[in-house]
C-alpha cells in the first residue's frame, strides 16, 4: 500500500484500485483488510516521521473515496518530473530555450525505473511503463529540438540518454545518426546505423535504410 500511494504522493488513490491491487479475491473482507492496512501505515508513516525531523512530515489521509499519502509541502521525484513536463508543453509558446531547459530537468529527474528493487506486480509494471515512456518521449524531443538547432553533441547525448531508457524508440536512433552525421562521424554514424538494423530485427520489422 505504501508503494501505491507513494507512486501517486499528493494525489489520491482510490480505494478501489488499491483493493484491486492488494486484496483483488477477498470478496466482501476487502474493505475491512483495506481499514487495517490504512490504520498500520498510518502509524508507521508517524513513527518514521518522529524519527526525521525533517519540516514537512509525511501523513496518510482520507480524501473523498481514496487514500493519499501526503508529503506534508514536500515535492516527489515523480511530482518534479511530471510538473517539467508541463513547463516544457507551456514553454513550446515561449522559444527553444525555455521547453530545452524543462526537458533537460524532466530528462535529469529520471533516474531510472520506478521502485526497481520492488520486483514486477502488474500495477507497478504499468505504472513504470508510464514513466519509462515520458521519459523516452521527453529525450525524443529534446534530442530533435537540438537537431534543428545544428548543436550535433547536444542532439547525440539527447539521443543516447534516450536510448538508455527505450532501445525501441525507432526516432531515437534515427535522430543519433543524423547528429553523428552532421558532426561529421561517419564511423559512429555507421555503428548506430548496424546497432538500429539489430534492433529492428529484434522487432521482427525488415530493415530500412538510414
Known sequence: MLLLLAAECNRPVH????IGALWPDEGTGASRALQVAVSSLRKFVAEAADRHDHAAS???VHRGEGYMLDLGGGLSDTEAFDGALVR????QDDGTRATVSALGEAIALYRGDLFAHE?????????????RRRAAEAAEQLASERLQEGDWPAAQRAARRGLEIDRYQDALWRTLIRAQQGCGDRAAAARSSREYQQVLVELGVPPTAT
Open 15 to 18: 480505494r478501489d484500485r488499491l
Open 58 to 60: 509525511p501523513s496518510v
Open 88 to 91: 516544457a508543453r507551456a514553454a
Open 119 to 131: 520486483g514486477g506486480s502488474e500495477w507497478l509494471v504499468e505504472s513504470r511503463e508510464v514513466f
